[in-house]
């Protein structure tokens, strides 16, 4: 009996609106199927095409992975979907897994399901654990089916050689001198676009803190931080007025406040975490990302895994927000949103009730280039109203820090 399971899905094209079946993976066996787990980390595993206009994506839903050898559970659970929902997704699926194992293999690791947002959660705390999944040689891999079986493959990095290629890649990331040759390296090393770059990163930046090495810990910070502009869509550039973007070491003592991480932490939700957002917008900013990750760090050595589990799964759910409302085209949103709502007072809060980001730093920064551009173009009247939205905001953010 095959312990790995697979189901018909119904689809909708998020690009156009076509209706498709495909199948879908939601079981997992890493022992029986080291070929789909090998896919799971390349992130190749369920991955679908759009028979109508070729758009590929990850179909999303829940996933269970049972992975004996490492004597663990994972379970892949949906952004958006609320907790009980999928509480009993897990709970089905797991039933379905148990039943299926040998009587001797039932053992009570099974019913500690580690939860993480979606199979890019999973993922993660596999490459963290240092899990790595290759099929044995007479067993070719097998790609999960869908209906567009005519498109060319997805090229893949070989993410079994990726972290020793992450580790050179970053210290030429380091060693860079400006943001543009700091894109010159990402481009030469595709292998920093991959979850690994993420996993290592964070490694070492958590190893140069334990040695004392800050120095070390800010350089990787600050490359992590530009990796996650680049994948944003924010174009790199050096920086024309510092007051624009505070740098790392600016930011270095501020602390997220408790009422802004005990908010992010009651959230249950994808709609729970940007009502949360929206009244916390610096829970969008970087720099509170690296603090939840050294919460994470806190709550490991304090030996409450549960904490550090119930922080991680929001952190990633946080990250895609973040990539989503501060990325070039969430931005671009939010800034058009604003200049449409004019002088407005209600007009102008309701813009920026709507579009959080607008309160971070990338919005800032955004605001400033937009005038210097509008500067350059003679239209002097956007420049200077985007010169006043920005000094607006500013004063919106210094009011949220006083509370």
């Not at 209706?19 to 199927?33: G, L, M």
């Not at 299926?100 to 999973?122: F, H, I, M, N, T």
């Not at 624009?244 to 975490?273: C, K």
């Not at 007072?345 to 730093?361: I, N």
């Given at each position: 009996m095959s312990i790995s399971y697979a189901e018909l899905a119904s689809l909708t094209c998020p690009v156009c609106r076509t209706?498709?079946?495909?199948?879908?993976?939601?079981?997992?066996?890493?022992?029986?199927?080291p070929d789909l787990a090998g896919m799971l980390l390349s992130g190749e595993l369920n991955m679908v095409t759009c028979p109508q206009c070729g758009h590929q994506a990850d179909a999303g839903g829940p996933l269970l992975v049972h992975d004996p050898d490492g004597r663990r559970v994972y379970f892949a659970a949906p952004a958006d979907a609320p907790e009980h929902v999928w509480r009993e997704r897990a709970r089905e699926l797991l039933y379905v897994l148990v039943?299926?194992?040998?009587?001797?293999?039932?053992?009570?690791?099974?019913?500690?399901?580690?939860?993480?947002?979606?199979?890019?959660?999973?993922r993660k705390a596999l490459l963290r654990r240092g899990r790595r999944f290759a099929p044995p040689p007479s067993i070719a891999p097998k790609p999960s089916r869908n209906v567009h079986t005519?498109?060319?493959?997805?090229?893949?990095?070989?993410?079994?050689?990726?972290?020793?290629?992450?580790?050179?890649?970053?210290?030429?990331?380091?060693?860079?001198?400006?943001?543009?040759e700091a894109a010159a390296v990402v481009n030469r090393h595709p292998v920093l676009a991959t979850p690994d770059a993420d996993v290592v990163i964070e490694q070492l930046?958590?190893?140069?803190?334990?040695h004392g090495e800050h120095d070390i810990a800010r350089a990787l910070t600050e490359?992590?931080?530009?990796?996650?502009?680049?994948?944003?869509?924010?174009?790199?550039?050096?920086?024309?007025?510092?007051?624009?973007?505070?740098?790392?070491?600016?930011?270095?003592?501020?602390?997220?406040?408790?009422?802004?991480?005990?908010?992010?932490?009651?959230?249950?939700?994808?709609?729970?975490?940007?009502e949360a957002v929206a009244d916390y917008p610096v829970l969008l900013e970087p720099w509170a990302d690296e603090e939840l990750a050294a919460r994470v760090d806190a709550a490991l050595d304090e030996g409450n895994e549960h904490l550090a589990q119930a922080i991680e799964l929001r952190r990633d759910a946080l990250t895609r927000l973040r990539v989503e409302m501060t990325g070039a085209e969430g931005l671009h949103q939010a800034i058009n949103a604003l200049l449409r709502?004019?002088?407005?007072?209600?007009?102008?809060?309701?813009?920026?009730?709507?579009?959080?980001?607008?309160?971070?730093?990338?919005?800032?920064?955004?605001l400033f280039e937009l005038a210097a551009g509008a500067r350059?173009?003679?239209?002097?009247?956007?420049?200077?109203?985007?010169?006043?939205?920005?000094?607006?905001?500013?004063?919106?953010?210094?009011g949220l820090q006083e509370e």
């Open positions: 209706s498709f079946e495909a199948e879908i993976w939601t079981i997992v066996d890493a022992r029986e199927r039943g299926s194992l040998p009587e001797e293999a039932r053992l009570p690791y099974l019913g500690d399901v580690q939860v993480e947002v979606e199979s890019g959660g999973v005519s498109s060319p493959p997805v090229e893949r990095l070989d993410i079994a050689a990726a972290p020793d290629a992450v580790v050179v890649a970053i210290e030429e990331l380091i060693a860079a001198d400006t943001a543009t930046i958590s190893a140069a803190r334990a490359a992590r931080v530009l990796l996650h502009n680049l994948r944003a869509g924010v174009a790199p550039g050096d920086r024309q007025d510092t007051r624009a973007a505070p740098s790392l070491a600016d930011v270095e003592g501020i602390r997220l406040a408790d009422v802004a991480y005990q908010a992010f932490l009651r959230t249950e939700s994808l709609p729970a975490l940007r709502a004019g002088h407005e007072p209600d007009a102008l809060a309701a813009v920026v009730g709507e579009y959080p980001a607008l309160l971070t730093d990338a919005a800032h920064t955004a350059a173009r003679g239209d002097h009247a956007l420049a200077e109203y985007a010169v006043e939205c920005r000094a607006l905001l500013r004063r919106v953010r210094e």
